[in-house]
């Protein structure tokens, strides 16, 4: 049993918990498996249904980038250019469900270089000061991702971002995707999800995160 979290996961949650509000009681970091559940992954069977015919075809599916928790206020013009700066030009289809508290898009590139841009570079566009998600459009991952994968997060400020949650659980494996749950105005709830590739990462997270021994 580890006694000690690694010194750069400890720092950065130290660092993360001070950004709370000072009025705000620090809760204990936890971390739980979810077994079967498949919540976290980035594109629900609603938003499926409606992105572009077609877009199931492998080449597609790799050169489409899906872009969550878009703040209401963003134009279609504006989100276009924003990823034209940080990537490259795209087809682009902005969603706006009238009873959700946030848009979503989906951005076709025609090179797969620029897809990668905008998932690995950039990964938390910054729009109107509020951190979204840049996600890849693939089915066959989100068939190949294993549901053990997924663990659950808890005990987190009311800052924290989905960037922050990721960049607190990337080192213990690849990160499919990091979820805040958060509410209107992009405030977090205080808890989260993590999807990794690999269920032996959710597992290594879990142990040395909930370990008491470990903070």
Known sequence: ???????????LLSTLKSQQQPSAAPNPLNA????SQRGNFQISSSQQAQSNQGGGQQ???????FIGDLPKDVSM?????????VAGECDLVLKRPQMKYFYYAFARFQDILDARKLLDEVKFPELHGKTCRALPYDKDLLRSVQAEGNIFVKG???K?????????FKEFGEVVSARVSI??????????????????????AVEKVSDPCAR
């Open 1 to 11: 049993m580890l006694t000690q979290l690694p010194q750069s996961f400890s720092s």
């Open 32 to 35: 739980f498996p979810l077994g």
């Open 59 to 65: 080449n597609q599916a790799l050169q489409t980038v």
């Open 77 to 85: 013009v504006e989100l276009y250019e924003y990823i034209k700066s």
């Open 156 to 158: 987190f400020g009311d």
């Open 160 to 168: 924290w971002t989905h960037k922050d949650l990721h960049e607190a």
């Open 183 to 204: 509410e209107e105005g992009h405030k977090s709830r205080g808890f989260g999800y993590i999807q990794y590739r690999k269920p032996e990462s959710a597992q290594q």
